[in-house]
């Protein structure tokens, strides 16, 4: 069994004796702490902690990250608080120990809600130390590892939060050796007859091949020897679940995916990397297309190294890395490669360009989770988020930005930042102008236009790709209904109240607020809000406050009300036009309040308002602003003589009296009649009446009718 002994031997090779003994002293406090508790297994409870610690050092973590490891169940499963462990061994191991906790003393509503939530507890934490998630992720490795005690469905729950989240943390980290191990111990978890099968398929494949690998090594070792390249070829083992994931997804069989070798050469500076793939390209012809430079453009967790693929002999695809030993520590540990820090400061790390990515990552997931509207759209979030395959793009100013696969010109405006992302109204993809909706393709230059009240529309969140595009979309348009709600359900209530001869600016000061909790409402905008969205009626509130202000409300003659209400057309997300009479400015309009949509403006005479002729208190008034700034559908019904060209001439027509057809369709009524219906945006009475007439005026065309209900 591995001891505390092993483990402070093994330190010694990094870390000065009186951290050792900080280490040793955080064991034997968690040994205390944890005295009488055993795992499902059967072992003494302490054992998991120190195996996590022992993970730790195999990534030389410093020594608080190990004196987090030895105690990060302490506060959730003994009597031990964190002011005590602050005490003992320092606010910063206190704080470690706190954001790798798990959250159980809270209630939730399902086992789904509870893991979101304690994602976003220790989201918060590694905003404050990155050091969080790498412990946890430690944790979590030896968890799997020592899954074979638990029920197969609890196995299958942790294996597949494991592989959503865990796994693609670590790979967002950079840390490969953990991603790689997380990923087939999922693998084994969900799928064990296929693992196993696969793992069976592999060990012989790799029997059968090894001197055909042993000849490929040689004569890459020779080639490097022969031009004085220092550097040193090993092969690359693939892991079970990339070799399912390729089986599965390229639906290939087992003996295709493990045809190709791989290998990956350690050199000693970023020159003799690109000095080895030239050689390398002699011996071997490259295959086309295959070579990707992640010195000159790393990815997102720090990753760098050189990748090509050969055409060996007999046309045998050879996959080459090519890397610095740096490189290659980075690659298996990320951001923990080289984390060395010094005594009394919180962070002092070697890999600081790892570290800085991966804090700009951290501050992204908490702009997401403020934007959220709760815990399980924040996790499906950074599902969808973490490692995707990436493309980079260039700003005017020649900076490089990282967007996944299949970005738009949104998702770049986004990620810039998410003010520049609310005002963007166009783009210039290589200096020529280009649909908000297009999607980027790596070397492209982007430049954003923005306009100062513009707003984001709903149809973006059906193209963008990006978590922090849709939340904040989400969140802004959950601003705009609110504000447009409140001031529409303030206007709405002043309406109801004219009817009993006031207003909400008249009511006596602190009447309305000791009537909201009666409502079942905390503040006013919450009120007005509701009023606004039509799951309240302005009537029913008004009656209600002014009953609360005097027993019996005086009786009232008809209601006598303060006027229509004005629309314009650009009242936003709580005015909303109906599409079955397709009102215009100019025509005669009543309004009635839909749950959801606010206002639903028709146009006065249109038959399906008739149910709510009757309940005068369901209808409002309403009469069009002056000036209009939106164009509106409007359906027309033209019977015409069948010819040719007609379509095209209708579109010119319409095209030259400044409106847009928005849908066209054709009819046949019989061999010589046709009738065409057309939907067009125009911007009032007047200007549809001008298209008509020019439409009238073509030869061949019959009757013209505006279509309503």
């Not at 022992?54 to 964190?82: W, Y």
């Not at 009479?581 to 009635?592: F, N, S």
Request: charged residues 25%; neutral net charge; contains cysteine.
């Amino acid at each position: 069994m591995f001891t505390i002994d092993d483990l402070a031997d093994r330190l010694g090779g990094y870390l000065p004796p009186e951290e050792i003994c900080q280490v040793k002293r955080a064991f034997y406090y968690a040994e205390q702490a944890h005295d009488g508790q055993r795992r499902r297994s059967g072992e003494p409870y302490v054992t998991h902690p120190l195996a996590v610690a022992n993970i730790l050092a195999n990534m030389h973590m410093d020594h608080q990250s190990l004196m987090a490891a030895m105690l990060h169940d302490v506060i959730e499963d003994t009597g031990v608080s964190k002011e005590a462990l602050g005490e003992q061994f320092g606010e910063a191991v206190a704080e470690l120990v706190d954001g790798v906790s798990k959250l159980t003393q809270i209630t939730f509503e399902d086992k789904a809600v509870a893991q979101a939530e304690n994602f976003q507890k220790m989201v918060l934490a590694m905003s404050k130390d990155i050091r969080v998630i790498i412990v946890k992720l430690a944790d979590r490795l030896h968890n799997m590892r020592t899954l074979g005690a638990l029920r197969p469905d609890k196995k299958r729950r942790i294996a597949r939060e494991t592989l959503e989240i865990y796994a693609r943390i670590a790979g967002r980290l950079g840390i490969n050796t953990i991603r790689v191990e997380l990923e087939d111990l999922s693998f084994q978890a969900l799928h064990p007859m296929r693992s196993e099968r696969i793992k069976r398929a592999v060990s012989k494949a790799r029997g059968h091949r090894r001197s055909t690998i042993r000849q490929v090594q040689s004569s890459l070792q020779k080639c490097l020897d022969d031009d004085g390249l220092p550097g040193t070829v090993i092969g690359r083992q693939k892991h079970l679940l990339s070799i399912y994931k390729k089986m599965r997804d390229q639906r290939k069989p087992f003996a295709e995916i493990m045809d190709v070798f791989g290998f990956r050469i350690i050199t000693d500076d970023v020159d003799s990397c690109y000095r080895i793939l030239g050689a390398v390209h002699n011996l071997y012809k490259p295959v086309p297309g295959r070579f990707k430079d992640y010195i000159a453009i790393p990815k997102a967790n720090g990753y760098q190294s050189l990748h090509t693929t050969l055409f060996g002999s007999g046309g045998m695809p050879i996959e080459v890395q090519i890397r610095t030993r740096e490189m290659e520590a980075m690659a298996n540990n990320g951001i923990a490669a080289h984390w060395l820090y010094k005594a009394g400061q919180t962070e002092r790390p070697i890999a600081a360009g790892s570290h800085a990515r991966a804090r700009e990552w951290v501050r992204g997931l908490l702009e997401m989770q403020r934007h959220a509207g709760n815990s399980l759209e924040f996790i499906e979030h950074v599902k969808n988020d973490l490692f995707p395959d990436d493309i980079y793009v260039f700003t005017p100013k020649g900076d490089i930005m990282e967007l996944p696969q299949g970005a738009t010109v949104v998702d770049f405006a986004y990620s810039v930042h998410t003010d520049i992302g609310n005002s963007c109204i166009a783009c210039r993809i290589d200096r020529h102008l280009a649909p908000l909706s297009s999607r980027l393709e790596s070397g492209q230059t982007l430049e954003i236009i923005t306009a100062p009240g513009a707003r984001p529309n709903t149809t973006w969140l059906s193209f963008v790709i990006t978590a922090k595009a849709r939340s904040a979309i989400r969140h802004a348009l959950k601003n705009q209904q609110h504000t447009e709600s409140v001031q529409l359900g303030r206007r709405l209530l002043n309406k109801a109240l004219a009817d009993f001869e006031t207003s909400l600016e008249e009511l006596p000061e602190g009447h309305l607020a000791t009537q909201l909790e009666a409502l079942g409402v905390k503040q006013q905008d919450e009120l007005l809000e509701s009023i606004g969205l039509g799951t309240r009626m302005a009537y029913a509130v008004a009656r209600w406050l002014v009953e609360a202000l005097q027993e019996t409300p005086e009786p009232r003659g008809p209601r006598v009300v303060d006027g229509p209400i004005v629309i314009s057309g650009a009242e936003g997300m709580v005015i909303n036009f109906a599409r079955c009479c397709h009102p215009l400015p100019g025509d005669p309009v009543i309004g009635h309040t839909s749950v959801g949509k606010g206002i639903v403006v028709h146009r006065a005479e249109c038959r399906n308002l008739d149910d709510l002729r009757n309940d005068p208190e369901k209808l409002f008034a309403l009469e069009w602003s002056e000036t209009q700034v939106a164009d509106f559908p409007v359906a027309l019904r033209i019977q015409v003589e069948s010819r040719r060209g007609l379509v095209a001439e209708l579109a010119g027509l319409v095209t030259d009296a400044d409106a847009n057809i928005e849908r066209i369709g054709i009819e046949e009524r019989d061999a010589r009649l046709s009738i065409v219906n057309l939907t067009l945006a125009v911007r009032n009475r007047v200007h549809l009446a001008r298209i008509i007439k020019r439409i009238r005026n073509l030869p061949h065309v019959g009757k013209i009718h505006r279509v309503t209900n």
